[in-house]
Structures are given as C-alpha cells and as structure tokens.
C-alpha cells in the first residue's frame, strides 16, 4: 500500500494550478505567506507546513472547478474550515491548495417539522445556533472551538453533551461531496433513516478531508429543551465521580452534559475565575426535560452522587447561575494557562469504555506526578473520554521528551482498556503512528483500500491518518 | 464498473469447495436439497435461488476457512442469519455456499457499567433480551421477525423504536469481520466514541454481507425504563396523527414508541382479535422514564393530540394492559391475512422526511384505492418510515401487474419528497433498480469503488446493492 505516498508536485504543476485558479478567483485566491502560513497547522505543537495556495470557493460547482483542476495536475487539496483542528489536519506536508470554505457559509435550508437543516460546510456552529435561535431549536455538538460544521463533520466531532446528543456522526444525516476526481454526490436523502445501500454518509463523515470535499451537510436539530437544570457536585475521588456517572446513566437519567474536573483543574479554575471551590474532583452535569423532569432529573441525580460519596449536589434551573456554572467549564481551558504563563498546551483525547475510565484517570494522574508533567485534566465522563490538557515549555528539551514518553503510554493504556487514541479530535498528522498502534494491520489495510478506491491519485489531505 | 458482475463458478470448483467442507464440518454441512431451498429467499415474492450448500461454522476462524477456500475457487458465499430478510438477501443467484450463522449464538460478553455487550452473529434479538432480562438492561431494537442480530446489522435493520433508540446504525459499536481475502478485522474498539480513522463499523453495518461476514458484534444496551407508558388514540384523518407525532416529537417529549395504523389495518386488527375499535387511523404510543416522566409524558401528549383533533388518549402504565396494546401491533401483520386469506404479502418501507409523511401515506391510499389493491398501513410515525403490507393474489397476472405498477410509483413519490426507497428492510435483489433511482450515477460510482475494492473478485453475496 505503499503507492498511496505522492510526492510534492513540481513547481511547474504548482504554478499552473495557481496561474488557473488566480485567473478564475481573483481576489479570492491568495499565495501571500501570511495568508498560507495562517492555513497551515497552528495550533499545538505539530509544526506549520503551509499550502502553495489558499482559495475561497463560494459554492460546490467552484469546489469541483478546484479538485479538478488539482486532479489534473497531481497537486494536493487540502480542506479548511476554521483551522482549529488539533492534529495537524489542515497542514500541507506536500504543498497544494487549500480551500478554505469560509465564503460557503449559507443555511440553505431549515426544516422545523422535521428537526433539520442544510448548511454549508463554512457555517461555524456558534453561527447555526444564532442563525436557529428564534426557531426553538438547537444543534447540539459543542467542541471547544467554534469550529465550522464542516470540519467538524470532516474530524467526527464532539463535546460536552454527546451522551445525550451523539457525535456528528449521529447527527450528519447526508452529506454532499465532491470528490477526489471532481464528481459531485450526495450520500443520502433528508429520510432520518435508510438502508439504500452503502453508509457513505457516515464514510465521509470523520474522513478528515482524505477522500473528498464535503460541500453540504443535512444536520439533525433538538428542540430547545422546555426546562435545563445544572449543577455541581464535589467528590472525594475520580473513582466516585466516575461511579455516579455510571450509575446515574445506567439508572436511565438521560443526562445532557457530565463533566469532570479534576483537582488541578479545579485548581486553575479557581486562579482563573477568582473562584474558592475545594480543590478535589468535581462533576458538572445537565439535565434537560419538562420543568418537572429537569427537576426530577437533577433530584434523583444529588441521591446518586451522595450515595457515593459526593457531596452536597448544588443544582438550578436558573439561566444566568448554569450559564455561570458553564462558563468555568469552558474557561478551563484557558484557565489551565494561569498554572504556567507562556506555556505549550497539547490536548489529548482519549475514550475508554465507561467501566475503565476512573482507572485510566488515576494511572494518568500518577503518570503526570511522576513524569513531572503538568496536565490539568477535564472529562466527558459520559463517553468515557478525557482531555489531558498538557502544558509544556517548549524549549526545555527533556521535558518535551518526557511529554512525547507520556503520550505514547497514555495511548498504550487507553488501548489496553479497549479504548481509542482519539475519541473526537481525530488522526490528522499527530496520530498516524497511533491509528497504526490501534488498528491490525488487515484492518489498516481496509481503510486503505478504501483510500486508494476513492482518491487513486492520492491528493486528497495527504499526508493524514492513512494516506 | 461491469467488472463487478461475476459468472456462476463450474461444477468443479463448486465441488472441490464441497468436498473439503464436507470433510472438515461434517454434519456440520449439507447439501440437501430442502436445507438448500431453506437457504434461498423464502419470504414475499422474490423467487427461491438456493445455494450449492450450507455449512454451520461455530467460530470467526471457522468462516474465515470457509471464505478463503470460496476465495481460491472463485465460489459465491451468502452469509445467512434467520433467513427473515424481506429483499432476496439470502438468495445464491449464482450459486454458492450459504454461511449460516446459527451456530454462532454465543453471548461473548456483558458489560453493565458500559452498557454494552458482545454477541455472534447468530443470535437473535429476542434471545439477546433473554439472556439480558436479569441485568436490568436490553437491546431496544426490534424488526418484525426475531432476525439475527447479524442480520439485522448487515441490513441496517430497525423497528418500532428507533424514534427513541436508533437503528442499527446508531447501536453498533464495533464489528469482527472476515473480509472478502478472508482476513480477520475488528472495526472498532469498545469505547463509545472514537475518531480513528474510517468509519468501518458503519461501512459494514447494512453491507448485506457485500463486504465480509460478520462474525461478532458490539452493541449498546439500555436500561430497562424505570417506568413505561403506553397509549392509543384515534384521529380523524392521517394526516391529524402524523401532525400530533411531529408537535410531540418538536415540543421534546422522548417518545419511545409511535406507530400508525391506518383504517385499513384497524379493521384487519379488528377481525383478527376480536377487538371492537372504530376503524379510523390510529396512533399506539410509548413513553419510557422516570415514574413520573413517563405519566407526564403521556398527559402532555394526550393534549397535543386534542389540540389536533385526536380522539381521547386512553394510556395505560399497567404491563398487562401495555402488553395487549403491543399485541395488536405486532399482530398487524399476520392480523392483514384476515382481509384476505391464502394472499401473498409484500411489505414496503418508503421513508421520508416526517413533514411530508401524512402527504405521502394519503396519496398512497388513493394510489391503492385506484389501483384496485388491498395495502393496509403502518408506519413508524416518528422516523417517517411506514410499511404498505400489499396482500397480492399471485395467481392474478393482472393484479401482480398492478403491483408492480404501484411500486414502482410508490418509490418514485418517496423520492419527489427527498425520502429513500428503503427505510429499514435493505436493497437485496428486490430493491436493486430502486437503489439506482435513489442515488446519482457518481454515487453509486463510488459504492461500487468500495465494493470492488474490498471484494475484488466479487465473491460476497454476488447480485444483492450494488454487486
């Protein structure tokens, strides 16, 4: 599977695209080095590997003008969305174009009855929510950033409230896609449900650009909840945090949101936000329902966490107290940075199943301690995955070789718990030797047979998970 | 993409393949003629074509023996579950050796903290229920017939309540599959989520055995709902149901269960079980919560149903009471017999997007009424998927023209409304024209990609989607 390696096109083929794409693009086509170096990867510490070009299509026909245009002359396409990728997915190790969609960022279509959109794969998700919010709905996926849905489609994205809600790829419902040899399809219709055929849908959704450029996605919607309640709750360990999550979720409380803050994050919090929490592992959980629900909910909920030995469980319904509650949560990762100014953060993102979590924590907590490493962590405990959010200087070179030691066993331990390198940031660059560590080789195999079927020419992202 | 069609293997090859398996299965094999016509499709109207042989592995290494002695000669292999398919999955167009899985029943594994548990391919929903029913979890979905749970992967099966839980796509965590070269993958691991690499689990899940053999699969479980609710309600038209589905689903009310029968289906109910109900189109509906979510689930919903006109909403929390309700719905099926004994049935599963499911459903019943045939209806209201249970007089070459004429409009007037021909039944051979319909040229360009890929010598159930 080798001849999936291309190499870096000559300038030749490179400046001809680019002759082409300034003609037909204008303005909307750059080669400035500023502009190429902000569309190469910057986040993290993966180093920046810049496109030879970026260009703003407007619509799919000009997306297949480009891939066409690149397919004829063996030049790398590269999608981007907002850049906020944390494995180096947006980097071009071999040069070529990057599209950046944030000109397609129309919401063509929003269906109420049917609890759906259409949007463009530039629309960021902050920018749906406000565009929605006079609807009653909502989409829910929430990573970090404001990412654009279609590169939070591309990377199979999450966040905070996936226990309820699922992942993008339980909420993409098709897809439209040009493809590596500039054809345009749509993988499903608007039906919630089908068995028409192969699931190209859920194919291209976490492909991270690897085998086309997805240039329209249906989304499903939730109605605005009637009733949200949050609260808070201390615990004397991970292990009786994580054990109130289980039981909570196998007594059949459909939380929204549970998140775990460990003692150091409670910690930065607390420097952060001027807060005076006790610095001991903490959960933050919603609940959404009727106004009798999200109180019954958020009820049975504190009985559960004190009788594992939580404490009080302090909750509310009121808007401004959750949405204060919320904001620590998603401050904590900035709030990590007041433990050490001017540090390097790299975020990992581990999934282990449920019953494994609070072990996975806690060995990686003596793992920090001993390795010398600070690593705040926060997690989606429903999912059973964490966020170690490391915080490295980068020019003490022994500590940058203990972060490097320290990644490859948290990886070997989430493994060794039936987990994932990766539960929602993806392979990108950074992880390719871990997809290999995660997946046999006739598995690998598998996914590379479907590289090479759908992009022969090998120029769609390459240099990411498998290509 | 001619390439993938494959011719019927020579009597030599077929025989050199049943002469080792006979040797090493022994009565685990058969070539029997009435085992072989077991093996072939069997239901609706789609003809029998069995397979050379059957052979009962017990283990994934067994299969992947079978597959690569089918390999090296060039022999079809048809995997086979409970034979329940609706579509001709399970025919041998071309000959060949039929899988089946029924010796495959092992429950590898429970885990109730993750909710998840591991089974072989040759275990069947109800019997997974069983075998769970003391761990206060189960496996919510639910096809008409008790399918194999592979098979019910492989189809990408669902049932009355997906609208709650998902269908198999959503329920799948992880596969082992013998691939087409007879290697042994894992698509996953256990963890809830991940964004390592391609999406194979849900590649392979409604594959209808194109790709591979399933041979182990990881699914979600749930606990069993503190408390059930279930209902019924009349309504003066179709559309006054569906509309009563689509404000309860919007206003956020976690239906668990609503399903449609139209007058005609009332009235076949009605004869079959003595039962005295007004033969107008009705809803039967389920809530799973909470003690009090599930009655204040009920409530609310009875009141959005008078708001459109609906009938009172007679709701029970009683099992016994639930039970008879369940009942009749269940029966409906063989309940449509009454209307005309000694008929053949064909069942349909358009499914479109909820808001045009009412327009859909009644310009059916005008299609049938004009088309002088006999099609009661149900429907999963709350995915837009309903199923017409066509009961044909084979021996009227007329009325079987008829219905030809009517299916075919029938799939065309899903997809004007951006639905899909299938919603949960699978393409097979019955559906293969459908299936062109549905999607573009390109489209299917690229599921044939992918089959050719992963089977290239177009040995796995040849002549089903898209091979």
Chains 1, 2 share one sequence.
């Not at 001809?16 to 204008?26: C, N, R, Y």
């Not at 002359?73 to 981007?80: K, L």
């Not at 309820?164 to 499903?188: F, H, P, Q, S």
Request: proline fraction near 5%; hydrophobic fraction near 40%.
């Amino acid at each position: 599977m080798d001849d999936l390696k291309i190499s870096r096109p000559g300038a030749s083929a490179v400046n001809a695209v680019k002759a082409v794409l300034f003609s037909s693009f204008g303005n909307r086509f750059s080669d400035n080095a500023t502009i190429r170096e902000q569309h190469g990867h910057t986040l993290t510490w993966t180093a920046n590997q810049p496109p030879d070009a970026v260009v703003y299509p407007q619509s799919t026909d000009e997306v297949v003008e480009i891939v066409k245009l690149c397919a004829a002359h063996r030049v790398p396409v590269i999608p981007y969305g907002t850049g906020t990728s944390l494995e180096g997915h947006v980097n071009a190790p071999l040069g070529g174009i990057s599209i950046d969609t944030s000109m397609m960022k129309r919401v063509i279509a929003v269906h109420p009855e049917d609890l759906d959109c259409v949007v463009e794969p530039g629309v960021t998700r902050k920018e749906l929510n406000d565009y929605l919010r006079d609807t009653g709905m909502f989409f829910p996926i929430d990573p970090g950033a404001d990412a654009s849905i279609g590169g939070m489609a591309s990377t199979r994205a999450s966040g905070t409230n996936a226990v309820r809600y699922g992942t993008m790829k339980d909420n993409v419902l098709a897809l439209t896609v040009v493809t590596a040899n500039g054809e345009i399809i749509r993988t499903a219709r608007r039906a919630k449900k089908s068995s028409a055929g192969y699931d190209l849908t859920r194919l291209f959704v976490g492909a991270e650009g690897t085998l086309g450029v997805i240039t329209e996605i249906t989304l499903r919607l939730f109605g605005i909840p009637e009733a949200i309640s949050a609260g808070v709750c201390l615990f004397p360990s991970v292990k009786a945090a994580c054990d109130t999550a289980i039981a909570a979720i196998q007594s059949g409380i459909p939380i929204a949101r549970v998140e775990l803050c460990d003692e150091m994050t409670v910690k930065a919090v607390n420097l952060h936000s001027k807060l005076g929490l006790p610095e001991r592992p903490m959960l933050l959980v919603e609940f959404h329902g009727s106004g009798a629900g999200a109180k019954e909910q958020a009820e049975r909920f504190g009985e559960i966490a004190q009788d594992n030995g939580g404490g009080e469980f302090q909750w509310t319904t009121r808007p401004e107290d959750r949405s204060k509650l919320w904001q620590a949560r998603h401050d904590a990762y900035w709030a990590c940075f007041t433990l050490r100014p001017g540090a390097k953060a790299i975020a990992t993102d581990i999934c282990v199943p449920l019953s494994r979590l609070a072990e996975c924590v806690e060995e990686t907590q003596r793992d920090l301690a001993e390795s010398k490493l600070l690593g705040p962590i926060v997690g989606h405990v429903g999912d059973g995955n964490f966020h170690v959010n490391l915080l490295i200087d980068m020019g003490d070179a022994d500590e940058v070789k203990r972060t490097e030691a320290f990644l490859e066993r948290l990886v070997h331990r989430g493994h060794a718990m039936e987990g994932t390198c990766t539960g929602e940031h993806g392979i990108g660059q950074a992880k390719i030797k871990y997809l290999a560590a995660e997946h046999s080789q006739a598995t690998l195999d598998v996914m590379r047979s479907i590289k090479k079927a759908l992009d022969p020419l090998g120029i769609m992202n390459p240099g990411k998970m498998v290509g």
